[in-house]
């Protein structure tokens, strides 16, 4: 069953979202106090911190950027490029000026990467791994936005219009990140074209989605919902994938509650689209489970 409490959430976050990615695509401060009301409602995620709340990381686990004050975990500039994502979509030589500004490192699964709320300080570019992000409630309910893969950018919007960061980005499985400061991310976007265009291209396929997500809970069962979030981590691709997420983040990511994931991945079971091996869920037949993602199936 669809949890509505949930699918009221996602639905009024992902609605200011969209408001939010439109106003920002011409990379601009906010042109009224109006538009400002509305970003500023909107709060979506910080990077990997140079600024965190220590009262907040005792009760949300460790902050993956504790230790790059202190020195500890620094890292060499980044060399290696992945061909995936954002990163994979820009000019080689464009991806090569961000890698060169940019330092990397590897951090377990559950580091938070930065909190709802902090100041930006850097811009993330996520190389290996998947990392989700999240809003929270006031009464500590999670509702999982997204859940990213290599190549991606994490913090961008932050960055550009100086607002903080309004949602919460966590590892769900070990990561391997570069981090630019917002500073070297700015100068880059005004003398590299091609990277702004890209920005731009990323605001219009994360508007689609938003609208495409917000149809799906409105007309799409249980089973689809949980399909359309595997296929979602499935990307293009076709062979057996397995999956590292939790039942109850792919709950909080499909707006369901947890009790419906379970007996949906049940079925899928019974189906032989998918098998659990340890704590993680293989893909099996992942063209069966991307059509049965349409909703309407």
Not at 52 to 74: D, F, K, M, V, W
Not at 236 to 246: K, T, W
Request: with cysteine.
């Amino acid at each position: 069953m669809v949890d509505q409490r949930a699918l009221a959430s996602v639905a009024s976050v992902e609605q200011r979202q969209i408001e939010y990615l439109y106003h920002r695509s011409s990379f601009g401060r906010p042109s009224s106090l109006a538009e400002a009301r509305t970003i500023r409602s909107v709060r979506v995620p910080e990077p990997i911190g140079y600024s965190y709340s220590p009262t907040r990381a005792r009760h949300r686990g460790q902050i993956a950027c504790g230790n790059i004050r202190g020195g500890q975990g620094l890292v060499t500039p980044m060399t290696t490029i992945t061909t995936e994502g954002f990163l994979g979509r820009l000019p080689a030589d464009d991806a090569q000026a961000l890698m060169e500004r940019s330092r990397r490192r590897r951090l377990p699964a559950g580091s938070v990467l930065f909190l709802e709320g902090d100041d930006a300080h850097t811009v993330l570019f996520l190389l290996e791994g998947q990392v989700k992000i999240l809003i929270t409630s006031s009464a500590g309910r999670e509702v999982v936005l997204d859940v990213l893969g290599p190549g991606e950018i994490i913090g961008e919007l932050s960055a550009i219009d100086g607002l903080p960061r309004s949602a919460t980005a966590t590892a769900l499985s070990p990561v391997e990140i570069a981090t630019l400061r917002t500073s070297d991310f700015q100068a880059l976007i005004e003398a590299r074209a091609s990277i702004a265009r890209q920005l731009l291209v990323l605001v219009a396929v994360r508007l689609r989605s938003a609208s495409r997500r917000q149809f799906e809970l409105a007309s799409s069962d249980a089973l689809a919902l949980v399909c359309g979030r595997l296929a979602h981590l499935a990307g293009d691709g076709r062979a057996e994938l397995r999956v590292s997420m939790s039942q109850s983040d792919l709950a909080a990511w499909a707006g369901l509650s947890r009790e419906a994931v379970v007996k949906a991945l049940r079925t899928l079971r019974t189906l032989g689209w998918i098998e659990s091996r340890n704590r993680d869920i293989v893909l099996l037949d992942v063209d069966a489970i991307r059509l049965r993602a349409e909703p309407g199936c």
